[in-house]
């Protein structure tokens, strides 16, 4: 065959359909003024003080906010006068999370109750009874076990997959149990399984839980480490969550790349991590608000606290890579300000290892998590 097909325009559902469809957005949200933000290329910006207006873009859903109605309905007709757009109004529900607005009390309630309840009935669990913790305290599940068969190891795949959504989302309190659980995809076992199983059972009772902001908040970061907690690898967990407007904006719970020789070490890792997530958050602020505010990152460990502060080196930490560096180099410059914060007061723990009920429920109300606005 010597003759092949030249596309003159894109199609949905080829490898390069969405930049193409990116770029024809971008090119036409530019020429109506707007610009894209550095830090993340699907939020778009035009005007400032009474003509602000911003256009977050997910695919082809869109948000658009101005700093009056009329900038935001001037926004709007940037849009739908090149594509066909329907307006919806005032956002209530966008790529299934429920906006819950408060005007009186100045709060904005994000949950996803729906998808929590479609997920039960997916799994057979609507009707189970609930428990107060996705994980049990001290809980620890390893590769060894009773191997799941026939279609129960696609069963896990596809729960853990619908589980990492709603944990990334609006719901923190459930991202360690979704880390832990999805360590063990590619060969999961009858324990994992049941475990998975629990985390159904926590929502059962928590449908509508979620992240409930205010008007007022400063930009601040936790950072934690749960040394060698891994009983197959020996690596560490990283937790780290990120507060703003009173609750959380981004959040991990992960497995260290590599295995820390002491909890000091750790600690410094997931340090380095939140720093990295945090300098990004206030680019971020900065640009949407005009001014960037400082950031403030606590940690509960005073050896990692010193490593950050002091360049120092010995036979406990020359190993560590370079790469780590990142925050003692923020610190230094002035653009990071860190803290020492004492354990008990620690928000990210919940991230980072198996907690017992009133622990549990203590970071997920400094997380902002609510049962309503």
Same mark, same amino acid.
């Given at each position: 065959?010597?003759?092949?097909?030249? $596309?003159?325009?894109?199609?949905?559902?080829?490898?390069?359909?969405?930049?193409?469809?990116?770029?024809? $957005?971008?090119?036409?949200?530019?020429?109506?003024?707007?610009?894209?933000?550095?830090?993340?290329?699907?939020?778009?910006?035009? /005007?400032?003080?009474?003509?602000?207006?911003?256009?977050?873009?997910?695919?082809?859903?869109?948000?658009?906010?101005?700093?009056?109605?009329?900038?935001?309905?001037?926004?709007?007709?940037?849009?739908?006068?090149?594509?066909?757009? @329907?307006?919806?109004? @005032?956002?209530?529900?966008?790529?299934?999370?429920?906006?819950?607005?408060?005007?009186?009390?100045?709060?904005?309630?994000?949950?996803?109750?729906?998808? +929590?309840?479609?997920?039960? /009935?997916?799994?057979?669990?609507?009707?189970?009874?609930?428990?107060?913790?996705?994980?049990?305290?001290?809980?620890?599940?390893? @590769?060894?076990?009773?191997?799941?068969?026939?279609?129960? !190891?696609?069963?896990?795949?596809?729960?853990?997959?619908?589980?990492?959504? $709603?944990?990334?989302?609006?719901? !923190?309190?459930?991202?360690?149990?979704?880390?832990?659980?999805?360590?063990?995809?590619?060969?999961?076992?009858?324990?994992?399984?049941?475990?998975?199983?629990?985390?159904?059972?926590?929502?059962?009772?928590?449908?509508?839980?979620?992240?409930?902001?205010?008007?007022?908040?400063?930009?601040?970061?936790?950072?934690?480490?749960?040394?060698?907690?891994?009983?197959?690898?020996?690596?560490?967990?990283?937790?780290?969550?990120?507060?703003?407007?009173?609750?959380?904006?981004?959040?991990?719970?992960?497995?260290?790349?590599?295995?820390?020789?002491?909890?000091?070490?750790?600690?410094?890792?997931?340090?380095?991590?939140?720093?990295?997530?945090?300098?990004?958050?206030?680019?971020?602020?900065?640009?949407?608000?005009?001014?960037?505010?400082?950031?403030?990152?606590?940690?509960?460990?005073?050896?990692?606290?010193?490593?950050?502060?002091?360049?120092?080196?010995?036979?406990?930490?020359?190993?560590?890579?370079?790469?780590?560096?990142?925050?003692?180099?923020?610190?230094?410059?002035?653009?990071?300000?860190? @803290?020492? +914060?004492?354990?008990?007061?620690?928000?990210?723990?919940?991230?980072?290892?198996?907690?017992?009920?009133?622990?549990?429920?203590?970071?997920?109300?400094?997380?902002?998590?609510?049962?309503?606005?």
């Amino acid at each position: 065959m010597t003759k092949v097909c030249r $596309l003159r325009k894109a199609l949905y559902g080829l490898k390069q359909a969405a930049r193409a469809w990116y770029h024809k $957005l971008k090119g036409t949200l530019e020429a109506a003024g707007f610009q894209a933000c550095p830090e993340d290329p699907c939020l778009f910006r035009r /005007g400032s003080g009474p003509t602000e207006c911003l256009i977050i873009v997910y695919v082809d859903d869109m948000l658009v906010a101005g700093a009056t109605k009329d900038a935001a309905r001037d926004g709007l007709e940037a849009v739908t006068s090149r594509f066909k757009a @329907r307006e919806l109004g @005032r956002p209530t529900y966008f790529l299934g999370l429920h906006l819950v607005h408060n005007d009186e009390g100045g709060t904005l309630h994000v949950h996803q109750e729906q998808y +929590v309840k479609t997920l039960l /009935g997916r799994f057979g669990m609507s009707d189970a009874k609930p428990v107060r913790l996705p994980i049990g305290a001290g809980a620890r599940l390893e @590769r060894a076990g009773e191997p799941l068969t026939g279609e129960d !190891p696609n069963l896990y795949q596809e729960l853990v997959g619908c589980l990492n959504y $709603l944990a990334t989302a609006t719901r !923190p309190d459930i991202a360690f149990a979704v880390g832990r659980l999805s360590r063990f995809v590619s060969a999961p076992m009858v324990a994992h399984l049941a475990a998975a199983k629990v985390v159904l059972r926590y929502l059962t009772g928590t449908k509508a839980k979620g992240l409930c902001y205010q008007r007022e908040g400063d930009l601040m970061g936790y950072s934690d480490a749960d040394f060698a907690a891994d009983k197959d690898t020996r690596r560490s967990t990283s937790g780290n969550v990120f507060m703003f407007k009173g609750a959380a904006v981004s959040w991990v719970s992960k497995l260290q790349g590599s295995v820390a020789t002491s909890t000091t070490e750790a600690e410094y890792v997931s340090a380095g991590m939140a720093a990295k997530e945090l300098i990004w958050l206030q680019r971020l602020c900065g640009y949407v608000t005009g001014e960037a505010p400082e950031v403030l990152l606590l940690c509960d460990s005073q050896s990692a606290l010193a490593m950050m502060r002091n360049a120092v080196s010995s036979v406990r930490t020359k190993h560590i890579d370079v790469v780590h560096h990142f925050v003692r180099e923020k610190v230094a410059s002035g653009e990071l300000k860190v @803290r020492y +914060v004492n354990t008990t007061d620690m928000t990210a723990d919940a991230l980072t290892k198996p907690l017992g009920t009133i622990a549990f429920d203590k970071c997920a109300a400094a997380m902002g998590l609510t049962l309503g606005a």
